[in-house]
Structures are given as C-alpha cells and as structure tokens.
C-alpha cells in the first residue's frame, strides 16, 4: 500500500518559515520524481516544486529563491524548505510521487501565512 505522508505545516507569521516533509512508503523512493503542489481555497493545485530521481530541481516563479526542495533517499522523504512566508503562500501543500506510469498523492498539511 503506498503512503506519503505530509508534516511540518501550520500557522506562522509573514516573513517566517516552514520545513514540510513528506514520508513515503509501498514505492521504491528513488525511481520517483518528487513534488510539491498546493492549492489555495478557490484555486487551482498549482506546482510549486520539483526534484527528479537525479536530484534536479524547479520552482514555480514565485516561490524561486525562497523554497528548496530536497530529497534524501535513505529516508524515502522529501523536504520543502520555506522561507520568508508571504500571505499569498497560504494554502493546503501537497506531496506528489510520479514514476512516469503511476502518480500518488499525500492527504495534504495547510500552511496558513497570516499576522
């Protein structure tokens, strides 16, 4: 049964930061490419970023130079660094694993931006 697992989010002030992971299990972790989505209340899942099985990695423009996204695959987990947290980031974040034949998705952990 394949599980990935999301934490690390919650309520922080503008300007502030976040580490969300992501724990897989039931994939071989490293044929994955690994991303993160989030949606906002009345948008679109949107991608915010993405590391292949290389460890090659791409960021949405508005989030580039703020978020890194890591991946260590002893631990079968993904990481999204977040920094200087702007209101506009609130949103539920989503973990995404794709083999290029199957995609499997997290249950999501908000992230609400807010003073």
């Known amino acids: 049964q394949v599980q990935l697992v999301e934490s690390g989010g919650g309520l922080v002030q503008p300007g502030g930061s976040l580490r969300l992971s992501c724990a897989a299990s039931?994939?071989?972790?490293?044929?994955?490419?690994m991303s993160w989505y989030r949606q906002a209340p009345g948008g679109p899942r949107e991608t915010v970023a993405v590391i292949t099985t290389r460890g090659t990695t791409s960021y949405v423009n508005n989030v580039k130079g703020r978020f890194t996204i890591s991946r260590d695959n002893t631990k079968n987990t993904v990481y999204l660094q977040m920094n200087s947290l702007k209101p506009e980031d609130t949103a539920v974040y989503y973990c995404?694993?794709?083999?290029?034949?199957?995609?499997?998705w997290g249950q999501g952990t908000q992230v609400t931006v807010s003073s």
């Open positions: 039931g994939i071989i972790f490293s044929d994955y490419t």
């Open positions: 995404h694993a794709d083999n290029r034949s199957i995609g499997h």
